[in-house]
């Protein structure tokens, strides 16, 4: 027999969509704040500004793919896709990477071409366009941090932050240009900053793909999961064992118990002081178990292998 455990979604959509109204604030802001720095980044000769500009573009991108896809999120499961759309956030997430490492790479080359050829731009335009564009990036970034367990938009926050972190960087270049009339520390303060920015994103993708992978999530030890398990005396093994995301924070797990021959009642019993402790201290909320009185059939078990023996009761 089996049984299935979950969670009540209704307190997480409500957090989706305040932070999904702040991300529409992030949109609009962000687009028209580009608009500005490429006009104000072409007229003084900035690489930092153009850089910046092409950045927030980016950032229009990315912020409307983690808008969209809280907004899936919200979306029932149906009879062909059972798990809801937990996923979009992951493909949002994924997106976000992949561009933001393809706009740092951009601004890498840009910066080495700059170094080649130097050369001194407008510095008082660089810092008040770039001045605004911190503390704008600033505080649309600071908004969404409550919903920062959530892959996607930790992604968001990431871009904005880093976004933010650039327009200091052009003010700083500024502020040198304006009282010292050096201009590589433009192109220089530019790869600094993309070094910074390319760790973050790496991390983004790593993660994304580790959820698209089935891999178990990011500080979840299976082995701790099984020895956990097996401290309930009704539990004499397990077997089937898996745990993986639905989204970053959604964690899900499978598996069979061979437990002493129990009536119903007490299986269901059983499955709830299992549930809720494999809740309360591996913050897996999506259960599915499956009580077994007798051993699967070894061409039919499909164990984690070297894993369980590790702590099985039977090579104890």
Known sequence: MSWGRGVNPGSRQDSGRCVARRLKIGIVLNLLFAFIELIAGLAAGSLGLLGDAWHNFGDVIGLGISWVA?????????????????????????????????????????????????????????????????????????SLKRGIRDINIRSAHLHLMSDAFVSLGVVAAGAIILFT???????LLSLVIGLLILVGAWDIVAEALNVLMEGVPRGVDVKRILHAVHSFPEVRDTHDLHVWSLSSHVYALSCHLQVDDLPVSEGNQLLDRISQMLKERFGIAHTTIQLEADACPPQEACALSALEEAVSPRNR
């Open 70 to 142: 809280l907004r899936q999120v919200e979306r029932p499961a149906t009879g062909r896709k059972t798990f809801g759309y937990h996923r979009a956030t992951i493909l949002a997430a994924l997106g976000n990477g992949v561009a933001l490492i393809g706009i740092t790479l951009w601004l890498f080359y840009e910066a080495i071409q700059r170094l080649r050829q130097p050369e001194l731009p407008e510095a008082s335009v660089m810092l008040a366009v770039a001045g605004i564009g911190f503390l704008m990036n600033l505080a649309v970034a600071l």
């Open 181 to 187: 009339g050096w201009g590589p520390v433009d192109p």
